[in-house]
């Protein structure tokens, strides 16, 4: 059973930074990718960036490139998402999910493991 679990949101000025994690339950598993997403109150669920595990690989929105990063922690299986130069149009609720396969894919349907989401709020 594959569990995510997001850390990290709050509230915060634009031109501020948040950094949130995602822990996961996959020590046993070698090849998979995590992703990011996020979802604004009535829009659809959109990538914002993702990792694969074994070759490190990162790969990002248009939108967040250049502000935001995405990293990983073997030993702690712990994913983390660093953003800066937060704009209000980045509020949402922030999602992590993973898929058992490495790939660059930025697409909902394509992870079948979701965490439960953590608010991310910037203000104006």
């Known amino acids: 059973q594959v569990q995510l679990v997001e850390s990290g949101g709050g509230l915060v000025a634009a031109g501020g930074s948040l950094s949130l994690s995602c822990a996961t339950s996959?020590?046993?598993?070698?090849?998979?990718?995590v992703g990011w997403f996020r979802q604004a109150p009535g829009k659809e669920r959109e990538f914002v960036a993702g990792?694969?595990?074994?070759?490190?690989?990162?790969y990002y929105a248009d939108s967040v490139k250049g502000r935001f990063t995405v990293s990983k922690d073997n030993a702690k299986t712990m994913v983390y998402l660093q953003m800066n130069n937060l704009r209000p149009e980045d509020t949402a609720v922030y999602y992590c999910a993973a898929r058992l396969v490495e790939s660059t894919v930025n697409l909902p349907q394509d992870y079948s493991y979701w965490g439960q989401g953590t608010q991310v709020t910037v203000s104006s």
């Open positions: 990792i694969t595990w074994r070759g490190s690989t990162t």
């Open positions: 996959m020590r046993t598993i070698r090849r998979y990718t």
